[in-house]
């Protein structure tokens, strides 16, 4: 089935150390790729979004994404974590030729992050 | 900035019972979802809605239903809550107009279905 994969459940990280988290998914041709993070008690917020262009993507509070299309991933980077970082992090995929429509989330990432 | 609205933050109902949860937004987007999110199992899409009276079943659509009567507002019913819908509920909205358009999520609503 057309799936996409997080495939680290909780990452538990020091401050200042680096983060990635994986996120793979399984559908050909163009896809729109998101990232959404969820701080605790807080509605999911978009990180970052990929639909075309640069492969490299720079969204907010100093995260980025690379879309390597051969891969089929989407994975998320942050060279230095902190403490505030601590949340869940998901990925979506538009699957293709559906876009602005419906997005399917992997099933996400808890991010802990120690002082 | 956008601003999606749902009804209630915490909402305890009993089996059997018929139960609407409520969700406004104010950017004039074509687009509205629901979700519920379980631990471990991410997001999943019960119905989404791309116009008004439209709707679509998402994944996991048995057991609930949908009214968009008006482009702003998107109502889950909950026909006979059951346990196993016992959830946080999360509705969205976007545009639908370009390709690459983020959807905007409410705060959630926990429901517990005793």
């Known amino acids: 089935a057309q799936s996409v994969s997080q495939h680290n459940h909780h990452v538990i990280l020091s401050e200042a150390a680096s983060l990635e988290l994986g996120c793979n998914y399984s559908?050909?041709?163009?896809?729109?790729l998101f990232w959404y993070v969820q701080y605790p008690g807080q509605h999911l917020q978009l990180l970052l979004k990929y639909f075309s262009g640069d492969p490299l993507v720079k969204g907010i509070k100093g995260f980025e994404a690379e879309f390597i299309k051969s891969k089929f991933s989407f994975n998320l980077r942050k060279p230095s974590v902190q403490w505030s970082d601590t949340a869940e992090y998901f990925c979506?995929?538009?699957?293709?030729?559906?876009?602005?429509?419906?997005?399917?989330f992997g099933k996400g990432t808890t991010l802990s992050v120690s002082s | 900035d956008v601003k999606v609205t749902q009804s209630s933050r915490y909402l305890v109902k009993r089996t059997g019972e018929k139960v609407f949860l409520e969700c406004v937004q104010d950017?004039?987007?074509?687009?509205m979802f629901w979700y519920r999110q379980d631990p471990g199992l991410g997001l999943r899409l019960i119905y989404f809605?791309?116009?008004?009276?439209?709707?679509e079943k998402g994944d996991i659509p048995e057991g609930y239903s949908v009214s968009r009567e008006k482009k702003e507002r998107f109502s889950l019913i909950l026909e006979s809550a059951s346990t196993n819908q016992t959830s946080m509920y999360l509705c969205?909205?976007?545009?639908?107009?370009?390709?690459?358009?983020?959807?905007?999520f409410g705060d959630g609503t926990r429901l517990s279905i005793l």
């Open positions: 950017m004039d987007h074509e687009n």
């Open positions: 809605s791309y116009d008004v009276k439209m709707k």
């Open positions: 559908y050909g041709g163009t896809v729109n």
């Open positions: 979506a995929v538009t699957p293709p030729g559906q876009a602005g429509t419906a997005l399917i």
């Open positions: 969205a909205s976007s545009r639908r107009d370009r390709a690459g358009q983020p959807q905007h």
